[in-house]
């Protein structure tokens, strides 16, 4: 069975850091994409960053220049270190593995895992 954990979450003023954790086991991010979604109340899921097989990144508009997605293969442990949040990056954040080595897409209709996702509020 494919299991994705994910930790880090909290709440933290606006201006702050937050590193979101996610922990695969039965799959594994050396071989496949790497996904970050979030989901805002009342809001539709969205794709935040993803990562390949081989590190390559990709990131959504309002994550560019604050986030950044990587990996630990030899943890198998996918991270999201979010700088200078603000209010509106308040949302439920998941982990996701596409099962595919490239390239990384963040579109939900080709996520195989799913975690169970981590609360960030940003105040």
């Known amino acids: 069975d494919v299991q994705l954990v994910e930790s880090g979450g909290g709440s933290v003023q606006a201006g702050g850091s937050l590193m979101l954790s996610c922990a695969a086991s039965g799959t594994t991010y050396s071989d496949y994409c790497g996904v970050w979604f979030r989901q805002a109340p009342g809001k539709e899921r969205e794709g935040v960053a993803c990562?390949?097989?081989?590190?390559?990144?990709l990131y959504a508009d309002s994550a560019k220049g604050r986030f950044t997605i990587s990996k630990d293969n030899a943890k198998n442990t996918l991270y999201l270190q979010m700088n200078s949040l603000k209010p509106e990056d308040t949302a439920t954040y998941y982990c996701?593995?596409?099962?595919?080595?490239?390239?990384?897409?963040?579109?939900?209709?080709?996520?195989?895992?799913w975690g169970k996702g981590t609360q960030v509020t940003v105040s």
């Open positions: 996701a593995v596409d099962e595919v080595p490239r390239p990384c897409l963040f579109q939900q209709e080709f996520v195989d895992y």
């Open positions: 990562i390949d097989s081989e590190g390559s990144t």
